[in-house]
């Protein structure tokens, strides 16, 4: 019946291979909590030892997006399994939760076990700077539904939170203080624009383009920043009024979500470095800055809002935990989002 079904294009084998060299990467994101190991036909995570008094578990699922276009072109696997990890965990962190486990879901054309552990291998790294184990996964091999290179991510997190304390933007208020902490780059977003730039001005993703000093393709790949610990930290002395995860859709789409209804964001461009792949794109691509802010991050990947007395040391928190972070707006009584020089 194997052999019938490798005719098919599906390779039992290969899977049994890959989950073999996955092992080694997937004991690495290991926790206390864990019952089992890999391989059985769910995972299971003992909460009992958690000291909540009203624990709320806080779930978030999400992909890497076109993002793996340019990894297949490049043939470089290892990364995108980072953004994978972050796109899901950042979203569950905006609501003031810690990362629990994680799950993946990766399909294929075809299953070549060494590109499959390259993936796991970026998966398990993010969750270990996010604290998550990961406990499960599927690999679907799927001839004529992709490409024989080709291949798509999905994630799925869990995490945890106190039932107080989680952070639903309802303590926002006009004149809180907005801090920006700085994106590793691109992040996992707009990649579909960045791709039909790349070939709109012929682009090359093997070439070294000042001010770089690595081929385009592996700055565009600079996996997706994971705030877990920077966030974590800020946690345990500031109150957080609110936090905006800056992906699709950048600061228009995403700052709104962090306030209530009635309250509008005022932003003062130029408060923030801007990172060089984006002065490298508007110069190439000849975009306007104003376009960008409703695209991509723009060098901010998290915002959190926080009262004016307490923005300083929320700063000063940040600035210990390693990340580069600015006061970058405010809360204000106008709704939208307002953009000052």
């Known amino acids: 019946m194997s052999e019938l079904y ?3 294009g599906v390779d039992v084998e290969a899977g049994y291979r890959a989950v073999d060299l996955m092992k080694k990467h997937i004991n690495r994101t290991n926790r206390p909590e864990v019952i089992g190991g890999v391989g059985a036909f769910a995972g299971l995570f003992d909460l009992s030892s958690f000291s909540y008094k009203e624990p709320v578990l806080v779930s978030g699922t999400d992909g890497v997006g076109t993002k793996l ?28 939760a810690q990362a629990l486990f994680f799950l993946d879901y990766i399909a294929c054309g075809k299953n070549e076990p060494e590109k499959i552990e390259q993936i796991v291998k970026g998966i398990a790294d993010g969750c270990v700077e996010a604290g998550a184990a990961l406990i499960g996964g599927e690999t679907a091999e799927m001839p004529g539904m992709y490409g024989a290179e080709e291949y ?11 039932k107080s304390k989680l952070i639903s933007g309802a303590d926002v208020k006009a004149g809180d203080s907005i801090i920006g902490i700085a994106s590793s780059g691109l992040h996992s977003n707009g ?7 790349i070939d709109q001005h012929g682009l090359s993703l093997d070439e070294v383009y000042a001010p770089f000093d690595r081929p385009l393709g592996e700055i565009l790949l600079e996996p997706t920043k994971i705030y877990s610990k920077a966030v974590r930290a800020v946690q345990e002395k500031i109150d957080i009024h609110g936090i905006s995860h800056i992906t699709g859709g950048g600061f228009y789409e995403n700052l709104p979500r962090a306030v209530p ?42 915002a959190l809002i926080v009262s004016q007395e307490e923005a300083a040391e929320t700063m000063t928190i940040l600035q210990e935990a390693g990340e580069r972070a600015w006061i970058i707006g405010e809360v204000t009584d106008k709704t939208g989002v307002e953009f000052t020089a």
């Open 191 to 197: 990649f579909s624009l960045v791709r039909r730039l």
């Open 152 to 162: 798509d991510l999905a994630g799925f997190v869990v995490g945890i939170g106190e």
């Open 261 to 302: 209804e009635d309250l509008g964001v005022r932003i003062q461009t130029g408060s923030w470095e801007l990172p060089a792949v984006y002065e490298f794109l508007m110069e190439k691509a000849q975009l306007v800055f104003e376009d960008m802010l409703g695209v991509f991050n723009t060098g901010i990947g998290m």
């Open 69 to 96: 276009k340019l990894a297949i072109d490049m043939d470089q696997h290892d990364t995108v399994g980072i953004d994978l990890v972050a796109m899901c965990v950042n979203d569950i962190i905006a609501q003031g």
């Open 6 to 8: 490798k005719q098919a």
